[in-house]
């Protein structure tokens, strides 16, 4: 039978780079080889250029999504540099299968997935193809198995700083840094076998590995975000090449094991960066995992708890406001004080100018008390609609629960969205002048963000403030696997400013007394070691409770395979002794009813 010539579209936003090198001698190399193609850089120096018969066998076939082929040359050079893999983008299902002998013609060029500005790395591959199957049924090339033996020390390399960091000019490295490792196997066949699952499956039908399961490795079996140093250089995103119609996607959670061989064309995404692009799935065996409960306070014990809700709105099922009750209950032990973040508005994300949140809140109370819980009561100040960010038309904020039986409210009329509340002394005591009531509202720290909520609140006859927070998001910072190394964090420097706001109100409160109890909590939006809690610590106004547990128990959140600190709680230091869980209910698991864990404080005020 004679060859099959099939013609391909493409549709995909490639880029020329303006640093990319033209080839050495294109006119002998009419028809180069794969490796020729991706060279020894991040950067092909063929970008931009037409190529002719480049040889290859079709090593995995995606029908969905950016719909294309890998093909791999099963003649590798002697350049551990070089990938022996690239993507052929045909923009239309792809009609070739595995294991063709192929011969690809087409346009060379980097593609940026969710864009350049993102920050992330770029994808080498071959659009607008012509491409001849010559045979079919042929053997594949070797794959490639990693493991921690495989893995570099050092995560990235770092960039010119005359360049903003940027490293895709740099020749790869990969027995020195894991992103060039990954970098020099683009597009190549690598399988993990046995690898242990450090981040649950989500919605989105993927889940993440790591290489190496020992590396901070975290209570629950994932491995921990411990510095901006130490960024976990095993973790792998997988994903299948199986449409989910045909092959159900594994479910997984932290802890259990990907058994088998997992095996697929190494890919690169802006939802994670480096991802095994499976043709074969391992299957999932479970570690055990289960949701942590901590234990009820003392009578003579003020618990405080702060939980992000996700979105809560009276426009979700009432599954979610169920089990989120039964988180506070069962495993929050029905807290005396609960700051909640992510409380959208009675109208959820239809932006309507509705900012009133009494049915979202009624509903949640009603659930707790239905899962056993005690009626609390609630106070919260609603936002300026649209001013607050979060999902638009949400308007998403921070509300204070607390259960009459136990604490007391201390009411005190003025405040509102954009009338802050103060710090007086009366009688040698500290007051806020509104409670409750937001904290400098007006400061540009707030904008686009939401606005902190302090409030009085008295317990067996002595005062405690506290203040919830819900600090701006990390939207904007380039990823761990950027281009740019080390990455730019621009949303940290809002964070930093809000920070501060937030140490001056805590100053202001212990100026007026300086024994006064405080404490701080919500999702901050950053890590215990971040710059961010550097200022909301500085002049010794607070301390961080997370420092007062295992390292190994630090994170509320996880986030790309790795197990982060997000959500925090801090305290003035006249609060000495104090007992402090982050319950693990939701992060690590694949069924979550929210994506944090809360987290509770106790101490005898």
Sequence with gaps: MGALVVAGLCSALLVNPSHAEEPADQGALAAPRVHDIQGDTRISPYAGQQVTDVPGIVTGVRTYGSRGFWIQDPTPDDDPATSEGVFVFTSSTPRVAVGDDVRVSGLVGEYYPGGEDIGGQSVTQISRPTVTVVSSGNELPTQVTLDADDLPQRYAPAGDPAEGGDIEGLALRPNRYALDLFESLEGMTVAVENTAVVGPSTPYYELWVTLDPHANRTVGGGTRYASYAD???????????????????????????????????????????????????GTVEPGGLTPESTRPQRRDELAIATYNVENLNPGNEQSKFDRLAEGVVTHLASPDILAIEEVQDNSGAADDGTVAADETLRRFVDAIVAAGGPQYEWRGIDPVDGEDGGQPGGNIRTVFLFNPERVSFVDRPGGDSTTGTEVVKRRGRAELTASPGRVDPGNWAWEDSRKPLAAE??????????????????????????????????????RIAQARVVNSFVQDIRSARRQAQVVVLGDINDFEFSPTTRALTED????????????????????????????????????????????????????????????VLRFEP
């Excluded at 449409?243 to 994670?272: K, M, W």
């Excluded at 420092?547 to 959500?567: A, H, I, K, M």
């Design 457 to 494: 609140f008295s317990f067996r006859g002595e005062t405690v403030f506290v203040i919830a927070n819900h600090f701006t998001s990390k939207g904007g910072d380039h990823p761990l696997h950027s281009r740019f190394q080390p990455p730019v964090r621009s949303s940290e420097a809002q």
């Design 231 to 281: 960024q976990n250089a095993g973790r792998l995103k997988v994903e299948s090449l199986v449409p989910v119609a045909q092959q159900p996607f594994p479910r997984a959670d932290v802890g259990d094991v990907l058994a088998g061989t997992t095996v697929g064309p190494l890919d690169y995404d802006e939802f994670g960066g480096y991802l095994i692009a499976a043709r074969e799935m």
């Design 540 to 599: 010794g106004a607070l301390r961080s409770a997370v420092d007062s547990l295992p390292p190994d128990e630090r994170y509320t959140y996880l986030f790309q395979g790795n197990s982060q600190v997000l959500d925090q709680t801090l305290v003035s230091p006249s609060i000495r002794r104090f007992d402090y869980d982050i319950v693990h209910i939701n992060a690590e698991f694949a069924d979550q009813a929210s994506d944090h864990d809360p987290q």
